[in-house]
């Protein structure tokens, strides 16, 4: 097996927030390639390539630290996988239940920007345009309040911007809110989190994202029960235990685990079984590479889940300029259509390949 690295420009999060993100190209002795992707760095993907060689049962067993660049090993076998016997991965996955997902693309905008500027509505606007037809807003600091205003005044304001999001894009667009629980910063509370979904539910939002820190697992529980929204989270986690943790509680509607931190798309079969054993419905989380989008893709095309099946484009050069042909265009209803060919479907530039 010969592996290549290839590293890419850091993916910005938004408040000076970078991910090290890296692709990799390996090739089997009959000369088939595969690509993967991964958020990590060179160094740590190298020690991964290294540790597989020695032992390839590691590639399922590694600790938490040497999962996230294992995943890129485990989407490039995919991908050869897929070559091999001439099926897209979808089908190698457990059979093609659909050919078009349902793309949403996450606005990301500080919340002095939002409420006080046209950029909010210009955002949102750009996005219909584009033909998006669902709608993340990930608003910096919602929900980090400082003395510039009364407890009331925020609950306004909070809820003003909520409205105004509705009003702009209408009836017909999906929309959902993602608060960064994760941020290690995060100080809303529970009742904070009741509040936002009471309204969330009135305005007919889809989904309600880490409104809670990740581990908080009863405060999820009690929220998920008495909120009349979905409560998504998991983007934080890498280990399938935690997965079937929330899963096995109950705690979320929504699964969101990242294929490029879990270990890649078999790891992602596992939490699957988790989720559908429980009745939780499955939305890979996607700030990613063209590469990972394209695994996500191959795995969401495997739910049966229709109303929670979509997945979630990033305008960013790492998604648009990497592969020779964009198959991340969407139709006349926001939609993807699915790439038929065998593997994950794409293929990269030639001036990205080593």
């Known amino acids: 097996m010969n592996a290549e690295i290839i590293p890419l420009p850091p993916v910005n999060w938004g408040d000076n927030i970078e991910k090290e993100t890296v692709l990799l190209e390996i090739t ?21 390539l290294r540790l597989y060689q020695q032992n390839p049962a590691i590639l399922h067993t590694a600790d938490a630290e040497m999962t996230i ?8 076998l995919w991908d050869i996988r897929g070559k091999e016997e001439g099926q897209p991965v979808s089908e190698l996955l457990g059979g093609r239940k659909r050919d078009r997902i349902l793309a949403y693309a996450t606005m990301d905008l500080p919340m002095t920007s939002a409420v006080t500027g046209d950029a909010f509505e210009r955002n949102l606007r750009a996005l219909l345009d584009q033909g998006f037809r669902a709608i993340k807003l990930s608003v910096d600091d919602f929900g980090h309040r400082d003395d510039s205003k009364s407890e009331s005044e925020w609950n306004l304001c909070e809820e003003n911007l909520l409205k105004a999001a509705r009003k702009i894009v209408g009836k017909k667009v999906q929309l959902m809110l ?9 100080t809303p509370d529970f009742d904070w989190a009741v509040k936002i979904a009471k309204v969330l539910a009135q305005l007919d939002y889809l989904w309600f994202e880490e409104p809670l820190t990740p581990k908080a697992f009863d405060d999820y529980v009690r929220l998920t029960q008495l909120s009349n929204i979905a409560i998504a989270a998991g983007e934080d986690f890498i280990l399938l235990k935690d997965f079937q943790k929330l899963s096995q509680l109950e705690a979320v509607n929504i699964l969101q685990p990242d294929c490029t931190r879990v270990g890649g798309l078999t790891q992602m079969q596992s939490i699957r079984s988790a989720a559908s054993q429980n009745n939780i419905s499955l939305i890979p989380h996607g700030w990613n590479t063209a590469i990972g989008l394209a695994a996500d893709l191959q795995f969401q095309a495997t739910l049966s889940d229709d109303k929670f ?15 020779k042909h964009n198959p991340f265009a969407l139709d006349n209803e926001g939609k993807i259509i699915l790439p038929t060919g065998p593997g994950l479907g794409v293929s990269l530039k030639d001036e990205f390949r080593p």
């Open 28 to 48: 089997n002795p009959e000369g088939i390639t595969g690509l993967g992707s991964a958020y990590t760095g060179v160094d740590r993907l190298q020690e991964a």
């Open 69 to 76: 660049p294992m995943s890129a090993i485990d989407i490039a």
């Open 178 to 186: 993602d608060v960064y629980g994760s941020d290690p910063n995060w």
């Open 309 to 323: 099946c979509m997945v979630e484009v990033m305008p960013h050069s790492v998604i648009t300029d990497l592969l």
